[in-house]
């Protein structure tokens, strides 16, 4: 059971001049959160974004790859035009259709103090499966 546990969350992977993101859950919804959640640590220290205001998204995409693409990026749309950054997801999936609420709070540069400014996810290593245990992994490269 502790294996399982430690596969669960978010992190960074290498890449040339990019930065790749994934999440990891017991679910497709809980990776693609933790992938949100790994977006926004791009950006700045999610211990210091608070969930205060709540905002409604949703998607829409022949398959679970361009979902998580088309979240992400929607998820970057928001935090530019609303100037705000998010720490807690929710996130529901049905077929091809994602619902979501992100909470989270305007940017402040002096409390957040955004590292980099992420431009958009993209198509490179842009995954979404199951794997042999039965995790969940969504995945991409996003630019910065």
Same mark, same amino acid.
């Given at each position: 059971? @502790?294996?399982?546990?430690?596969? $669960?969350? /978010?992190?960074? =992977? @290498?890449?040339?001049?990019?930065? !790749?993101? &994934? !999440? &990891?859950?017991?679910?497709?919804?809980?990776? =693609?959160?933790?992938?949100?959640?790994?977006?926004?640590?791009?950006?700045?220290?999610?211990?210091?974004?608070?969930?205060?205001?709540?905002?409604?998204? +949703?998607?829409?995409?022949?398959?679970?790859?361009?979902?998580? =693409?088309? /979240?992400? +990026?929607?998820?970057?749309?928001?935090?530019?035009?609303?100037?705000?950054?998010?720490?807690? =997801?929710? *996130?529901?999936?049905?077929?091809?259709? $994602?619902? #979501?609420? #992100? /909470?989270?709070?305007?940017? +402040?540069?002096?409390?957040?103090?955004?590292?980099?400014? *992420?431009?958009?996810?993209?198509?490179?290593? $842009?995954?979404? &499966?199951?794997?042999?245990? !039965?995790? /969940?992994? #969504?995945?991409?490269?996003?630019?910065?």
């Amino acid at each position: 059971m @502790p294996d399982k546990i430690k596969k $669960l969350g /978010w992190e960074h =992977f @290498p890449h040339q001049a990019d930065i !790749g993101i &994934r !999440g &990891r859950g017991s679910t497709k919804e809980q990776a =693609f959160e933790q992938a949100a959640l790994a977006l926004t640590a791009v950006i700045a220290d999610l211990d210091k974004i608070e969930p205060k205001e709540k905002v409604k998204i +949703n998607c829409q995409a022949i398959d679970d790859e361009l979902l998580l =693409f088309d /979240w992400l +990026n929607s998820l970057l749309y928001e935090m530019d035009t609303r100037k705000m950054l998010f720490s807690q =997801f929710e *996130v529901h999936i049905d077929r091809d259709k $994602l619902t #979501a609420i #992100a /909470w989270g709070q305007k940017t +402040n540069v002096s409390k957040h103090q955004p590292a980099v400014e *992420v431009k958009a996810a993209t198509y490179q290593d $842009l995954r979404v &499966r199951q794997d042999e245990s !039965g995790t /969940w992994i #969504a995945q991409c490269v996003v630019d910065v």
